[in-house]
């Protein structure tokens, strides 16, 4: 029986309980599809945790300096992400190259993170004289490091089977400062860290590939 109202309103009521009728089976549809997703939503998985860990934006040289624009943060999967990761890398040098998407870990950057896995050797800067011969080495050679008196002639091996762990990119400052050469980080034991630095102020320090 429908309520006491005004004629108007009695038409509009019967004008729209006629419409709901007509689509009754597709309002009934379209109520199951909400109370279906409804419920799908309610018992659906959260998303899986993720660890965010700073990754390379591009392809980077060894020697480069980290910008901001050069890391990005992904989402690693807890217990997938490697040992050793650099928490604030901007400004840093890069020890070797950096693949689009490898983690930025310390073992990759210019410092004492670059010995990790070898507790018998420091990392150790030293000037070699000859920049053309810096430009055939690269990270991972085994050089053997000679020490030359250009005066008196002669030269003394200082270092065996050495581990190049980092060659910085040359800058406009090197030509600028006066001091020839190019800078290359090399692993030694802390008996060689002595001879290897008196070499480098006193003499020339060239270098030998290491015989396999």
Known sequence: MLP????PARRRWRTVRRAVLRRRRLLAALLAGVAVLLGVSAVAAPPPATVPV???????PAGAELGADDVVTVGFAP????????VDPA???????????????EVRLVGDGMT???PDLVALPV????????DLLEVGDEIDLHAVDPQAGGSDRVADDVPVLAI??????????????????????DAEVSQVADAAVRRF???TWARR
């Open 116 to 118: 990790e896995g070898r």
């Open 168 to 189: 910085p990119a040359a800058t406009p400052d090197d030509a600028g400062s006066g001091v020839p050469g190019r800078l290359v980080v090399v692993g030694v034991s």
């Open 127 to 134: 000037r070699l004289p000859d920049p053309a011969s810096v």
């Open 79 to 86: 217990g997938t992400a490697p040992d050793g990761l650099a």
């Open 91 to 105: 400004g840093r040098l890069l020890a070797a190259p950096l693949r689009r998407g490898e983690p930025v870990t």
């Open 54 to 60: 700073l990754v390379a934006a591009r392809d980077l």
């Open 205 to 207: 320090v060239t270098y």
């Open 4 to 7: 006491q109202l005004p004629d």
